[in-house]
């Protein structure tokens, strides 16, 4: 018997001395290929299983012309892109793919996380929240699809599936003056995907209501959101506060409660994204939902569609959002 050791991967060639057959043989049973008999193929197989071989999927792919990646850019700061890439995973493997993954960090940029996946020969390119121009996004649809997920992008050849932002922000504003609020203040993204149009969204839902809009500079993370905050108790306190993410929203929440103030006795406050930060029951923030599942199937499903050479309608899927209700907001006192 071939001992493979621990330190080696078992071969063919292991197969074949187990089921004392020939490494062709054994080739012809794992690539389902005519020429070997029911009882052969059972014996190969069950060699395989005891010394644990496992076909090189990878390696038969690429002696194709097709790897069967999906490329996908994320962000290691967005808490939202974790659940996002959950579903592109399940949405993949249904769909017979597998996901090679390139993070943007605070030390490596786009180009090189796009950079890697090119070199992987990834067959199309998933991008959640991308902050390259549009111009270079299309110079990008011109070597593989491209699909940006999480954010609007004008181009004729980069294909885009996201949430409504402005509608999920006006839901949330709607939530808070159903309540009773009337000193609502928004604590903004900056120029992250999607702040805009969260943005546009908060400041149409307060006039249609002929409240006064007042938004303050925030971002992605904690800190964002405690700096904000700070800024706020310099000053009269709003009775509610919208935020861009719940990542910033959970500082928000942490510089407050170590001021003293109540939330949501004295200050209600709604996040975005609803992630699992908001899902903590040390959070219980009520958040702007948005539905990862159809997200995700729809980026992979025109991601194929591009590869298949399938006529699409239109170039941009709009998800509709909707708001989950937690403990975080209540009438004002």
């Given at each position: 018997?071939?001992?493979?050791?621990?330190?080696?991967?078992?071969?063919?060639?292991?197969?074949?001395?187990?089921?004392?057959?020939?490494?062709?043989?054994?080739?012809?049973?794992?690539?389902?290929?005519?020429?070997?008999?029911?009882?052969?193929?059972?014996?190969?197989?069950?060699?395989?299983?005891?010394?644990?071989?496992?076909?090189?999927?990878?390696?038969?792919?690429?002696?194709?012309?097709?790897?069967?990646?999906?490329?996908?850019?994320?962000?290691?700061?967005?808490?939202?892109?974790?659940?996002?890439l959950t579903g592109l995973y399940d949405a993949a493997e249904q769909a017979g793919y597998e996901l090679?993954?390139?993070?943007?960090?605070?030390?490596?940029?786009?180009?090189?996380?796009?950079?890697?996946?090119?070199?992987?020969?990834?067959?199309?390119?998933v991008l959640l929240g991308p902050q390259s121009p549009a111009a270079t996004l299309t110079d990008l649809?011109?070597?593989?699809?491209?699909?940006?997920?999480?954010?609007?992008?004008?181009?004729?050849?980069?294909?885009?599936?996201?949430?409504?932002?402005?509608?999920?922000?006006?839901?949330?504003?709607?939530?808070?003056?159903?309540?009773?609020?009337?000193?609502?203040?928004?604590?903004?993204?900056?120029?992250?995907?999607?702040a805009a149009e969260r943005r546009r969204g908060y400041r149409e839902a307060l006039q249609r209501h002929?409240?006064?809009?007042?938004?303050?500079?925030?971002?992605?993370?904690?800190?964002?959101?405690?700096?904000?905050?700070?800024?706020?108790?310099?000053?009269?306190?709003?009775?509610?506060?919208?935020?861009?993410?719940?990542?910033?929203?959970?500082?928000?929440?942490?510089?407050?409660?170590?001021?003293?103030?109540?939330?949501?006795?004295?200050?209600?406050?709604?996040?975005?994204?609803?992630?699992?930060?908001?899902?903590?029951?040390?959070?219980?923030?009520?958040?702007?939902?948005?539905?990862?599942?159809?997200?995700?199937?729809?980026?992979?499903?025109?991601?194929?569609?591009?590869?298949?050479?399938?006529?699409?309608?239109?170039?941009?899927?709009?998800?509709?959002?909707?708001?989950?209700?937690?403990?975080?907001?209540?009438?004002?006192?």
């Amino acid at each position: 018997m071939t001992r493979t050791g621990p330190e080696r991967r078992p071969t063919l060639a292991d197969v074949a001395a187990r089921a004392g057959v020939s490494t062709a043989l054994v080739s012809i049973v794992m690539r389902e290929a005519p020429g070997a008999s029911a009882a052969t193929r059972e014996r190969v197989r069950r060699a395989a299983d005891e010394i644990g071989y496992r076909p090189d999927s990878r390696a038969r792919l690429l002696r194709s012309s097709r790897s069967r990646l999906l490329g996908v850019v994320f962000g290691v700061q967005h808490a939202f892109h974790g659940d996002l890439l959950t579903g592109l995973y399940d949405a993949a493997e249904q769909a017979g793919y597998e996901l090679a993954l390139s993070a943007v960090t605070p030390g490596r940029g786009e180009q090189p996380a796009v950079d890697s996946l090119l070199r992987d020969r990834c067959e199309a390119l998933v991008l959640l929240g991308p902050q390259s121009p549009a111009a270079t996004l299309t110079d990008l649809a011109t070597r593989l699809p491209v699909v940006v997920l999480a954010r609007p992008v004008r181009s004729a050849t980069v294909d885009v599936v996201r949430t409504a932002d402005d509608e999920g922000m006006r839901l949330a504003v709607d939530h808070l003056v159903a309540l009773g609020h009337r000193d609502v203040v928004h604590v903004d993204g900056g120029r992250a995907p999607g702040a805009a149009e969260r943005r546009r969204g908060y400041r149409e839902a307060l006039q249609r209501h002929g409240l006064p809009a007042r938004v303050v500079a925030g971002g992605l993370t904690e800190d964002d959101g405690a700096a904000a905050a700070r800024r706020l108790l310099e000053g009269p306190l709003p009775s509610a506060v919208t935020v861009f993410n719940d990542r910033c929203a959970l500082g928000v929440l942490d510089v407050l409660r170590r001021a003293g103030r109540t939330v949501p006795g004295e200050v209600s406050v709604v996040g975005y994204d609803d992630s699992r930060i908001a899902r903590l029951s040390s959070v219980d923030l009520t958040s702007v939902a948005q539905d990862v599942e159809q997200l995700t199937t729809l980026a992979v499903g025109r991601a194929l569609a591009r590869l298949d050479g399938t006529p699409v309608d239109r170039r941009e899927l709009v998800v509709p959002p909707r708001l989950v209700v937690r403990s975080s907001t209540a009438p004002p006192s």
